[in-house]
Every structure is written in structure tokens, then in C-alpha cells.
């Protein structure tokens, strides 16, 4: 009798937390707070998610914390840039959580770059024995809305394999996000759009997907490669180049040294921007969405303060 009863009310259990919302919430552990956005406008209030490094990092180079390994071990899902982003710090800490989940190749391991247009892949030999942090093609793709779009996508499809029967509520969320990402897209090609051509400089390749989503230009790069600090010989070739095709704005990261870059401007009349490549990279921008509200507004009224034209 005892029994029955016990079995009676475990199968009803069993019943509620297949329909409905019974079970504990995923655990899900972005690297950046880029994938970390995606994930919390992809998994609502059925995951809590988690980012590593902060938005004002350099993500090819962060600090290791111990506290890393103690959240990796309590991780689901692992949702990391790929491309060799991480290489430089995150593999050992996946390594030592010793959580089996999401070790590379496990079903808790997504790279999210699969479905994302990627640039800059190398022709013929991989050079990262020179020192490039790139080798794999530019890991700094989230920064175009239509990535982010297959971002999401990808982390739907991941967190609708762990839970099957949540998988309506994932792709709601993802063509929700995907219609508000579209609508502000609209607006931001619009202000972008009598500025297309604008030749610019970047620090590091940082902005490729940026730049080629809204129409600049970029001639030249701080960095003689991905990863390799300024030298005074490749500065002094950016000088000349700079003042050939009479370039008026210098884009850099929050994260790199300002030395350089400011001598350049100084030397050249060029304008130095910091803008910030990831969500968190200032206070004020919280969500991916966010992110490019913010980079948009700085860059336009920027490029009409120099009186930016294109054919500049
Ligand atoms: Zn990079």
C-alpha cells in the first residue's frame, strides 16, 4: 500500500517536471560578456548565466582567477568565442574543474562560432609561430549583429538538446531577439550610412565584421600583427600612410596603452576613439544590443566632429 502510493506520487512528479518548469535552471558559463548577453536573451529565466572575462579585458589575455575553476565545476554548459580566442588562458581551467560536462567535445562545450561569418582566415600556413593571435581567422566576430543572430541560434539549439521539450520556448526567444536586433540594425546602418567608405585605423583587428557590417574603411593597423605590440618601424610606415590617404580617425580598445596611438594622432591630426569591443567594456553598456547602440552613437558623432566624408 505504502508502496503503491509512493510510486504513484513519484510518477506524478515525473509527469510535472516533464511539462512544466520543475527542474533546477542550467548552468550555463560564457568566457566573454558578449556570449554571456546572447545567452541570457536565448535562455530567459530557464538558465542562469555566468561570464568570465570582463568586457574592459583583453579576451586574448586574461588573468586566471582560482574562482574560474570553482565556477567551471558547477557549469552545464560552457559557451566559449572559439578561433583560438581563449587559448591563452581558459584551457587549463576547464582542465582542472575536472567537470567532464564540459570538457571539449563534451555535449556542455559549444564554441559558438559555427554559423558565424568568419573573416580573415589564413591562406596557406598557420602563423601563429610569428606571434599571431589570429590563426584561425578573426575571433572578434560577434561584433556584427547578423553573427550575433547565428550566435543565439547556435546557443538555442544547444540548450533545446539538454532540455527537448523547452525547445519552443528557446527559438521564441531567439526570433524575438533576432526581431529587436533587426530593428535597431535598420537604425544604425541608417546613421552609418552617409559615412560609408571612411577610411579608419584600428589598434588591434578588432573590428573587421564591425567595420565591414557599417560601411568604413580600414587602412591600416597600430599592431604590425595581431598580438604584437607597436615597433617604431611599423609606426613610422602607419605615419606616412595615414597622411597619404589623409585618415581622421584612430580606433582603439580600452585595453591597450594609449601611448602610441596618441603620438600617431599627434603626429598626424588624426583623432584617437576608444570603443569598446565587448558588453561591459564601459558601465553603461549591459546587454550586446547595447553594445552597438553605444559604439554607433560614439563613432557618428565622432566622424562628424573630424567632418568625416567618404573618399577621406
Ligand atoms: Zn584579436
Known sequence: MKITLF??????????????????KLSVIATTEDLASIAREVGGDHVTVDALARGYQDPHFVEPKPSF?????????LIVVGRELEVGWLPPLVQQSRNAKIQPGAPGYLDAS???????????????????VHPLGNPHYWLDPE???????????KLAQFRPSEK??????????????DEASKRWMAAMAPFKGVKVVTYHRSYPNFTERFGLDVIGYVEPR????????HTLDLIQEIKRQQVKII?????????????????????????????????????????????????????KQVGAKPGD
Do not use: C
Open 69 to 77: 575553476i570553482l565556477r567551471l565545476q558547477r557549469a552545464d554548459l
Open 114 to 132: 559555427a554559423g558565424s561569418r568568419i573573416l580573415d582566415i589564413p591562406q596557406g600556413q598557420i602563423t601563429r609561430a610569428m606571434g599571431d
Open 251 to 303: 580606433i582603439m580598445e580600452p585595453y591597450f596603452d594609449k601611448k602610441t596611438p596618441n603620438s600617431i594622432a599627434q603626429q598626424t591630426g588624426a583623432t584617437v576613439v576608444v570603443l569598446p569591443p565587448s558588453v561591459g567594456g564601459e558601465k553603461s553598456i549591459t546587454d550586446y544590443i547595447g553594445l552597438f547602440e553605444h559604439d554607433i552613437n560614439l563613432l557618428v558623432n565622432m566622424l
Open 226 to 233: 595581431p598580438g604584437i605590440p607597436p615597433s617604431p618601424g
Open 7 to 24: 510510486v504513484g506520487v513519484l510518477a506524478a512528479w515525473l509527469a510535472g517536471s516533464g511539462s512544466g518548469w520543475a527542474q533546477s
Open 147 to 157: 553573427n550575433g543572430k547565428a550566435i543565439a541560434r547556435s546557443i538555442a539549439a
Open 168 to 181: 519552443a520556448y528557446y527559438d521564441q526567444r531567439v526570433a524575438d531577439f533576432s526581431n529587436r536586433l
